[in-house]
């Protein structure tokens, strides 16, 4: 079947940390692969997207692999802002098929 | 600018009755979704629809019904089945195919008085 395992929050960071947030993902065929973020009272909006193995998606300094060898895909920042607090979501499209699957959530909180 | 609006925001509604979310695109993208996320949890599919006149259950549909007659809406009614309604709901879209992104809507807040 296919899912996705993200790691559970909160993530707590002081500004200009390092962020990790671990995914990984159980899938039948290719799947693309997605990382979404959600801000308070608002919907998912996508950071960053890869589609084939060993792409690396990236978009304002975040960035994840995707990892077919160890099915991940896990997000990382160099260094995060009080901005960047908000719920991110990892999610699989699988290949040829219409339905997503996402992750539970990881919710970061960066102190200044 | 192409996206997707849901109305209203806020909903409050008595218990026992039914109501209806609104989902609009203009993205001319085919298939729609509903989702319902609780408070500190994931998305989980209510509804889907690939194409017109066409939708499939998702992991929770019970209390919930959709139509999907053209290819821009895709209303949720809410009925007074469901047990446990308050929640906040988002509708998304996207071109069928793997690599295509599902965009969002900004959500609906629906509470049960």
New interface residues.
């Given amino acids: 079947g296919n899912s996705v395992t993200q790691m559970e929050g909160p993530v707590t960071l002081s500004e200009e940390a390092f962020l990790t947030i671990n995914c990984t993902y159980t899938a039948t065929g290719y799947p693309s692969l997605f990382w979404y973020v959600q801000y308070p009272g608002e919907g998912l909006q996508l950071l960053l997207k890869a589609t084939k193995a060993d792409d690396k998606g990236s978009n304002k300094g975040f960035e994840a692999t995707y990892r077919k060898e160890t099915t991940s895909f896990h997000l990382e920042k160099g260094s995060v802002q009080v901005s960047d607090s908000a719920v991110y979501f990892c999610a699989l499209n699988p290949y040829n098929f219409n339905k997503f699957y996402f992750g539970s959530g990881t919710k970061l909180n960066v102190k200044p | 600018d192409g996206g997707?609006t849901?109305s209203p925001k806020y909903l409050f509604r008595k218990e026992g009755q039914n109501v209806t979310l609104s989902c609009e695109q203009n993205l001319n993208h085919d298939?729609m979704?509903w989702y319902r996320q609780d408070p500190?949890?994931?998305?989980r599919?209510i509804y889907?629809s690939?194409i017109v006149n066409d939708f499939q259950k998702g992991d929770i549909a019970e209390g919930y019904s959709v139509s999907r007659e053209k290819k821009e809406s895709f209303p949720l009614t809410v009925t007074s089945a469901q047990k446990n309604p308050t929640a906040f709901y988002?509708c998304?879209s996207?071109v069928?195919?793997?690599?295509?992104?599902?965009?969002?809507?900004?959500?609906t807040?629906l509470t049960v008085l």
């Fill in positions: 997707i849901q298939a979704y500190g949890q994931g998305l599919l889907y690939q988002l998304a996207t069928p195919g793997a690599t295509d992104t599902q965009y969002f809507g900004p959500g807040r």
